[in-house]
T-cell receptor, first 116, second 112 residues
């Protein structure tokens, strides 16, 4: 299947700093990428949909100024958590939709963010 | 509202026995249904999907799922469970907008 990577896999930062998470589709072009947040023992919550070359579409309740998403190329999307606070600590997962195949998303391995 | 339900938080099964992880959905129109598996501290791995056609869908690692329109269900099954199947399983439905809605997840524990 299609391979999606995320970097870093784990990050620990101080409160008030910003953290950037990268999501790459390694062997296919992804016109659309998705960013999810997963709390412990909970399901995935869609944060935003990222389309290459255009602004991301955020879900209701997700602060777009806090969670900056950039999708500059067909293989890379980034999520920047700005001015991180302890409540932003979570597992962030991205997925990519294979161009021309509308129905299947392939997920990255996730990034564990801990804000101290 | 469109939703996906996984009524069991955890399913326990002995190795070698058949397993079923339940999923029901509520969507308008024809559903696109998916099963994903998540191992600890990992992302989700795609197992199988139903788009149209045969109601019995076969996927990775010997898993299969049966789409039942009258019962609005898409239960995941495997004839003989392995200890290595122990993980968190998510059912999901794709909306017309291309978004996925996930169920709350079911933890499968296979005992030796």
């Amino acid at each position: 299947g299609a391979v999606v990577s995320q970097h870093p896999s784990r990050v620990i930062c101080k409160s008030g700093t910003s953290v950037k998470i990268e999501c790459r589709s390694l062997d296919f072009q992804a016109t659309t990428m998705f960013w999810y947040r997963q709390f412990p023992k909970k399901s995935l919550m869609l944060m935003a949909t990222s389309n290459e070359g255009s602004k991301a579409t955020y879900e209701q309740g997700v602060e777009k100024d806090k969670f900056l998403i950039n999708h500059a190329s067909l293989t890379l999307s980034t999520l920047t958590v700005t001015s991180a606070h302890p409540e932003d600590s979570s597992f962030y997962i991205c997925s990519s939709r294979l161009a021309g195949v509308l129905d299947t998303q392939y997920f990255g391995p996730g990034t564990r963010l801990t804000v101290l | 509202a469109q939703s996906v339900a996984q009524p069991e938080d955890q399913v326990n099964v002995a190795e070698g026995n058949p397993l079923t992880v339940k999923c029901t959905y509520s969507v308008s129109g024809n559903p696109y249904l998916f099963w994903y598996v998540q191992y600890p501290n990992r992302g989700l791995q795609f197992l199988l999907k139903y788009i149209t056609g045969d109601n019995l869908v076969k996927g990775s690692y010997g898993f299969e799922a049966e789409f039942n329109k009258s019962q609005t269900s898409f239960h995941l099954k495997k004839p003989s469970a392995l200890v290595s199947d122990s993980a968190l399983y998510f059912c999901a439905v794709r909306l017309n907008t291309d978004k996925l809605i996930f169920g709350t997840g079911t933890r499968l524990q296979v005992f030796p």
